[in-house]
Nanobody
Framework: QVQVVESGGGLAQPGGSLTLSCVVS????????MAWYRQTPGSRRDVVAV???????NYDNSVKGRFTISRDSAKNTVYLQMNSLKPEDTAVYYC?????????WGQGTQVTVSS
């Protein structure tokens, strides 16, 4: 079993930046990839950025060039650096640990972009 805990959400102005953190614990050797997702009320949870076990990253087109996913294996932590934030980035952001049998989710952290 893998536990996932996100932090770092909050309020940012348009054009501003935020950094989200995701700490994993438990049976982390079973993790094959890590990803950040976001969800707004009434919508599905969509993937924002993914980092594979080999370090290869992929991004949704809506955040490409603005968001960066990275990891610190020594700290069992994955980050999402969000720059040039837009109001449409407002959502609950979830970290997901990809396992062979599914995804372990964190509780989510709210990101609000507003002036």
């Amino acid at each position: 079993q893998v536990q996932v805990v996100e932090s770092g959400g909050g309020l940012a102005q348009p054009g501003g930046s935020l950094t989200l953190s995701c700490v994993v614990s438990g049976n982390i050797h079973g993790i094959v990839s890590m990803a950040w997702y976001r969800q707004t009320p009434g919508s599905r949870r969509d993937v924002v950025a993914v980092i594979a076990g080999n370090g290869i990253t992929n991004y949704d087109n809506s955040v490409k060039g603005r968001f960066t996913i990275s990891r610190d294996s020594a700290k069992n932590t994955v980050y999402l650096q969000m720059n040039s934030l837009k109001p449409e980035d407002t959502a609950v952001y979830y970290c997901g640990a990809g396992l062979s049998g599914g995804v372990s989710w964190g509780q989510g952290t709210q990101v609000t972009v507003s002036s």
